[in-house]
C-alpha cells in the first residue's frame, strides 16, 4: 500500500469498485480498497468517495490523479498517517 506523508497532507494510492451496493473502505494484500455503492457515470462514484472518505476519516480529500480510473492517487488532508491505518478495515 503506498502510503506518502507530505506536508501537504498524506498521499494515498487506492483501488476503487464501484456499484459493491455498500462503502467500505479496508486493506487488502497491501492494498488500500475502496467499495462504492455509486455507479460510476456521472461522477457518481467520485462524488461518493470524497463524501465517505472525508466522513470517515475527518478531513479534505482530493482526486490527485486518476478521476477516470479505478486506480486512484488521492491527497488526505488533516488526517495523520496512525489515524489512516487505523480506518482501514484489513480483511
Known amino acids: 500500500m503506498e502510503i506518502q506523508e507530505t506536508l501537504g ?4 494510492s ?4 464501484p456499484d459493491s451496493g455498500r462503502f467500505a473502505f479496508y486493506k487488502k494484500d497491501d ?8 455507479p ?6 467520485n462524488q461518493e468517495m470524497i463524501r465517505e472518505l472525508s466522513r470517515l476519516l475527518g478531513c479534505e480529500v ?20 496512525q489515524e489512516l ?3 482501514l478495515e484489513t480483511r
Not at 14 to 17: E, L
Open 85 to 87: 491505518e487505523n480506518a
Open 62 to 81: 482530493r482526486i490527485l490523479r486518476g478521476s477516470r480510473s479505478k486506480r486512484k492517487l488521492l491527497l488526505l488532508r488533516g488526517v495523520s498517517r
Open 31 to 38: 492494498e488500500a480498497l475502496l467499495e462504492l455503492s455509486s
Open 40 to 45: 460510476p457515470r456521472e461522477g457518481r462514484a
Open 9 to 12: 497532507g498524506i498521499i494515498l
Open 14 to 17: 487506492v483501488s476503487v469498485r
